[in-house]
Structures are given as structure tokens and as C-alpha cells.
């Protein structure tokens, strides 16, 4: 049997996929607001050189 670590949920209302490269403009467009950070330990993530950093951890971990 094969096992997919990183499967693609499909339901009527939502669709979960794993992380893809392509992903990073929308997702700091959205992290770039520095209140989204505010009670994180790591309040820098707002910018972006710090999210690239943290979205490319998460990208070569493959479990993101």
C-alpha cells in the first residue's frame, strides 16, 4: 500500500493541499500585517526576508 504523507482533502466546502513554492506571495500578503504577529515570539515574521526564511523551513521539511 502506498502512503501519501501529504494528501489533497476535497469536501463540498473546502480543499486542503500541501504547501507549494507558488504560495508564498498570497501567504505574505496576508503575514505582512505585523498585528497577525504581535503575541508570537517571533514578532519579526511581518517582514519579509524573516518569512522567507520561515516558509522556506516549512517548504524543505515537506510536511507543511
Do not use: C, Y
Amino acid at each position: 500500500m502506498d502512503f501519501d504523507p501529504q494528501p489533497t482533502l476535497r469536501s463540498d466546502l473546502i480543499a486542503l493541499r500541501p504547501l507549494a513554492e507558488n504560495d508564498f506571495d498570497a501567504l505574505f500578503g496576508a503575514a505582512s500585517d505585523p498585528l497577525i504577529w504581535e503575541q508570537h515570539p517571533r514578532k519579526d515574521r511581518h517582514q519579509e526576508d524573516v518569512f522567507r526564511a520561515f516558509f522556506d523551513d516549512a517548504m524543505k521539511s515537506g510536511a507543511a
